[in-house]
């Protein structure tokens, strides 16, 4: 197995680092900032970049309205239904349910601005990429408002038992990896109830082999393609990065560019086979 993606933890954030965490976390209304982001805080200097770069297209709330606005135009993946009883047979009791809520809430806000955003510094990383030439997004609605709920730290792959470090091994396996494995952050803090994601993997697993995650994560990338290239080509004028190696960088970020829009695909079919949660 090959190692798993190098990051910095939240709780471990020195404070330029933390206050760029809570930045996102704040504008996005999510209680985690995604591990792309705590990727760039390995190396000196770029997550403060990213930051600037494409920081206000968070501040505005442009990108979060267009990009929740594609979702909801790209067909849920039908999963097999979950009902309370299941979840508390699984260990998942109400105050673990609401935290699960919260958990689907935050990736499924993030994870679909994270894929115009990442896409965007990609192409600035490379410096081959051409621009795209499609037509501006049009005006989004407004983004609802979330309040963020911080989330438990997820569970470390070393620390699962290994039949569910081996069901999240093969949850990540359809993500392509750049020589370091990239194990969704989804599915490491769905792990902390063992049984409850041993119920939903092998739902999950099917559709990725049925081909229907892979079919509707092209239909968001359609629906996504004006707000990355805009994004894109707004933030073409900044700085060249600080990385010693963009090529590395660059094979890391095709990764994601493949995860991201597979977690949207699995975060908004999760959240339709799962009970709401309603105190």
């Given at each position: ?30 209680g ?12 000196p ?25 594609a ?11 979950v ?23 935050t ?20 410096p ?64 902390i ?33 004006p ?12 700085a060249?990065?600080?990385l ?25 079919a999760?959240?339709?086979a799962?009970?709401?949660?309603e105190?």
């Amino acid at each position: 197995m090959s190692e798993t993606l190098p990051e910095v933890a939240v709780r471990d954030a020195p404070p330029k680092i933390a206050t760029i965490y809570e930045r996102i976390m704040e504008t996005t209304g999510v209680g985690s900032p995604a591990l792309i982001y705590r990727h760039f805080a390995v190396f000196p200097g770029l997550l403060e970049w990213v930051w600037e770069t494409v920081g206000p297209e968070l501040e505005s709330g442009r990108a979060i309205s267009y990009a929740l606005d594609a979702v909801s135009r790209t067909p849920v993946v039908p999963l097999p239904a979950v009902n309370i009883a299941d979840m508390r047979a699984d260990g998942v009791d109400a105050e673990a349910h609401r935290t699960v809520d919260a958990m689907l809430a935050t990736y499924n806000r993030m994870n679909p601005v994270n894929l115009s955003l990442i896409t965007a510094i990609r192409d600035l990383v490379n410096p081959t990429a051409a621009p795209a030439d499609v037509p501006p997004p049009p005006p989004a609605p407004a983004a609802p408002t979330a309040s963020p709920m911080k989330l438990p730290a997820p569970v470390n792959l070393q620390e699962m038992p290994d039949d569910l470090r081996e069901t999240v091994l093969a949850l990540s396996a359809a993500i392509p990896s750049p020589g370091t494995q990239v194990i969704p952050t989804l599915y490491r803090h769905l792990a902390i109830w063992p049984d409850f994601l041993r119920r939903l993997a092998p739902g999950l697993l099917e559709a990725m082999s049925r081909g229907d995650v892979e079919k509707q994560m092209d239909t968001l990338n359609a629906n996504m393609r004006p707000l990355i290239a805009d994004v894109a080509g707004r933030a073409r004028d900044a700085a060249a990065p600080p990385l010693d190696d963009p090529a590395a960088m660059v094979r890391t970020l095709d990764s994601f560019l493949y995860t991201i829009p597979q977690l949207v695909v699995v975060g908004t079919a999760l959240r339709a086979a799962l009970p709401v949660y309603e105190a």
